[in-house]
């Protein structure tokens, strides 16, 4: 087996990615939205926000049976790795997949990480696979997904009105990114609200936030081709920002959207604005983005307030994604 890093001008090893990705989605987690050339370039060109993980492909005689991924960051958990190792369908149970994992691991410990996380689907072939290498479970998400033509509209306008009612100190405001340089501070500092959601048991810190870290997440968004919606709430006595709730639309497939982060500051909690902020961009998206039909999202099982705003909102299970860690 060779195994080949690759970066975001390689065009033929990305569209070896992409049909590696789309043929693991099919059989493992087929209700995912297929991966384009474009969002995957910029994956590996500006990840979520400024660091790209880096990306290897696994070929034997030409033929690519699997790859891998390393992501690091230097903004905070300067301890971790979190790694991907995917085979194709039609190569698997050869042991390729613990080659590949055998030789990211090794790549991990020759930059200075001491700690690796992967994550998967649940299924028992990967609960098997991370016993094998040693991984513990540590923590599990669901993915959700609204279909906005199911949802009832007069039930959540009546939630909307009864949210308000609860939050008369507090203002919603509709922000379209780029967000101005000057206002880059206030939104990471309430992004920051984000630490406070479940984490279960991985051994991982406090993300930390900056100007220059949410103006890369918004430049990631952009070269995804992605429009983006942010909603946030403002208390007025004070004037900060209280929470806000982030919604994308890609451009290539318009009917397609994803929610990124919602979060509310914990001194502001207790208002609803959870719902009002979730609300809120349903009511905008309607204007701006009709032909919009699912928006998926992810939680931690155990984040029970958010799973609940998300019911009421009409989220259905499409997936469970598990999160192993080891210590190297």
């Not at 990211?104 to 028992?124: K, L, N, P, Q």
């Not at 919602?262 to 998206?285: D, F, I, P, Q």
Request: aromatic share 8%; net charge negative; glycine share 6%.
């Amino acid at each position: 087996m060779e195994i080949t890093r690759f970066g975001p001008d390689d065009v033929a090893a990305l569209k070896e990615w992409v049909a590696l990705t789309e043929a693991v989605q099919s059989e493992d987690s087929p209700w995912e939205s297929s991966p384009t050339l474009v969002r995957t370039e910029a994956r590996f060109r500006h990840g979520w926000d400024g660091e790209p993980s880096v990306p290897y492909l696994a070929t034997i005689d030409g033929v690519v049976v699997g790859g891998g991924t390393i992501a690091t960051s230097d903004y905070d958990n300067l301890h971790l790795a979190w790694i991907s190792v995917v085979v194709h369908p039609d190569h698997r149970r050869q042991g390729y997949g613990s080659a590949i994992l055998a030789f990211v691991e090794d790549e991990v410990r020759r930059i200075g990480r001491t700690s690796v996380g992967i994550d998967a689907w649940e299924a028992d072939a990967a609960t098997a696979f991370a016993a094998k290498h040693g991984f513990e479970k540590k923590h599990q998400a669901i993915n959700r997904r609204q279909y906005l033509a199911d949802v009832d509209r007069t039930a959540l306008d009546e939630q909307f009105a009864a949210a308000l009612a609860a939050a008369p100190d507090y203002a919603l405001e509709r922000r379209l990114l780029p967000t101005p340089d000057e206002e880059l501070a206030d939104i990471a500092d309430m992004a920051s609200a984000i630490n406070d959601a479940p984490t279960d048991d991985l051994d991982i810190e406090d993300e930390v936030f900056s100007a220059e870290r949410m103006k890369a997440y918004e430049d990631a968004c952009a070269a995804r081709q992605e429009r983006a919606y942010r909603v946030v709430a403002r208390h007025l006595p004070s004037g900060r920002l209280a929470g806000q709730t982030v919604v994308v639309v890609e451009g290539e497939r318009p009917t397609l959207g994803h929610q990124h982060d919602t979060s509310v500051v914990g001194a502001h909690r207790g208002h609803r604005l959870g719902l009002l902020l979730k609300t809120e961009m349903l009511h905008w998206l309607a204007e701006e983005e009709p032909q919009l039909e699912q928006v998926d999202t992810f939680n931690a099982e155990s984040n029970d307030h958010m799973i609940g705003v998300n019911e009421l909102m009409g989220y259905r299970i499409m997936g469970r994604e598990l999160a192993y860690q080891k210590t190297l």
